[in-house]
């Protein structure tokens, strides 16, 4: 657990956690943080308290003694969002504080009690709602409802200007030396936006339409610092995390970057044949190209790739009357997530009946998806000339259907 210093009087305890599922599902290639805020007054407030995934408190507690703060003597524990990776210590830590304050959510309070039991400690706070912590340190609770769970609040403090977001403008990705924007070279700046875009499309973007709202929500506070409960802290340009959360929301209903992803399977080279073609002919026309090859690709990385892309295209045979089984479940998957307003094609071979286009349409409808389809192309055994020429002219035609959706 790392210790940095924010402002006068606040503090984020930073903890690294790589080689787990992220909510039991997502394989996190590089990591994540979990960040914590201290903020001292006369009275000491910590917001989303963490611990590592051992679930051993001890950390947490001796390195607030490092930064001069006796676990036993703090008074506020702010919990932002109550879900587990932010609030899992309550438990242990009522062995040794018996005179702390939660503050909360009413919707927050009763996860609270449900989970860790009803403490008689916690206030619910409202809209507007302040804390005066003593020393000019004053904290605003502002709800931004289902920002991934239904109880999140922001809490703003006043004095530094600073929005803690909770799970808001979080990003995957471990922090080894920098934690600010303003630390950072170029390549960390394009990986933490690369991490904010798997973050996004993994956790957050079934919620794209409150996190509009609470993007809006943030444009009503004079912000100088933000500082999420995931990844690095802005301070130079906190605008730099809003603008690129807006893209993001964008990117679930459609836009994406000037990208074509390849969502793929192949059980004897046929299809794959097709899928070669296909690169051949984005290359030449100066599109990148992501291939996603399933079922040897991660859900998460998959996920991710699909939703930053303008445009996809998936290859993918008849198996046993339907869509080939991997594909079929990623782009289920894509649909619970809801990624809709996608510019597609798809191609695929198939042996005697056919039964993977019917599939995808259902896939498609049942999860109301909108995608814009250009005419699949399907064909027998191995692709024939006309077949790769009806390909290519479905790929012309889907670079075309892109250009509107295009967002950098
Ligand atoms: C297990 C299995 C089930 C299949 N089921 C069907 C089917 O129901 N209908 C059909 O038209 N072809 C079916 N096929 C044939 C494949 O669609 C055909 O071999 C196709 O060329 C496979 O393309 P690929 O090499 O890209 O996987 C099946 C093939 C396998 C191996
Ligand atoms: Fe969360
Ligand atoms: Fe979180």
């Not at 407030?45 to 679930?55: K, P, S, Y």
């Not at 003694?65 to 830590?93: C, K, Q, R, T």
């Not at 609040?153 to 403008?169: G, N, Q, R, V």
């Not at 993994?202 to 339409?209: A, L, P, R, W, Y």
Request: with cysteine.
């Amino acid at each position: 657990m790392k210790k940095i210093k924010i402002a006068d009087d606040i503090h984020m305890l930073s903890m690294n956690v790589s080689d787990m599922l992220f909510e039991g599902i997502w394989e996190i290639a590089n990591g994540v943080t979990l960040n914590s805020y201290i903020v001292k007054g006369e009275k000491t407030a910590i917001i989303d308290g963490v611990i590592g995934w051992d679930g051993v408190p001890e950390t947490l507690y001796s390195n607030l003694e490092e930064i001069g703060v006796a676990p036993e003597n703090i008074d506020y524990l702010i919990v932002n969002h109550m879900e587990p990776d932010h609030s899992g210590w309550i438990e242990s830590f009522e062995k040794i504080n018996n005179n702390f304050t939660i503050l909360c959510t009413d919707k927050a309070a009763k996860l609270v009690s449900s989970f860790y039991g009803n403490s008689g400690r916690i206030k619910a706070v409202k809209e507007g709602d302040t804390l005066n912590l003593g020393k000019g340190k004053v904290l605003s609770f502002h709800p931004v409802p289902n920002v991934h769970w239904p109880d999140t609040m922001f809490t703003y403090e006043a004095d530094t200007k600073t929005l803690f977001s909770c799970d808001m403008y979080g990003a995957f990705g471990k922090m080894e030396e920098h934690h600010f924007d303003d630390e950072m070279t170029s390549e960390e700046i394009e990986f933490y936006e690369t991490e904010g875009i798997r973050y996004y499309s993994n956790v957050m973007t079934t919620f794209t339409s409150m996190l509009k709202k609470a993007i809006q929500k943030s444009k009503e506070f004079d912000i100088k610092i933000i500082a999420p409960g995931h990844g690095p802290i802005y301070r130079k340009n906190p605008q730099k995390i809003i603008d690129d959360y807006t893209r993001f929301s964008q990117y679930a209903v459609g836009a994406g970057k000037n990208e074509i992803s390849i969502l793929w399977g192949s059980m004897y080279g046929m299809t794959e044949k097709a899928v070669n073609f296909a690169e051949s002919i984005l290359k030449r026309e100066g599109i990148k190209v992501n291939k996603l090859k399933m079922p040897l690709e991660s859900e998460s990385e998959m996920i991710a790739t699909v939703f930053k892309s303008a445009g996809i295209i998936i290859a993918a045979p008849t198996y046993e009357y339907k869509l080939f089984p991997p594909v079929a479940a990623a782009i289920d998957e894509l649909g619970r997530k809801r990624i809709t307003g996608k510019a597609a094609f798809r191609f695929g071979s198939y042996g005697w009946s056919g039964g993977a286009e019917k599939e995808l349409k259902e896939i498609i409808e049942r999860n109301n998806m909108k995608w814009d389809f250009v005419d699949s192309v399907e064909f027998e055994g191995y692709p024939k000339e006309e077949d790769l020429i009806k390909i290519e002219s479905g790929i012309l035609e889907l670079i075309k259907k892109m250009k509107d959706k295009t967002v950098e």
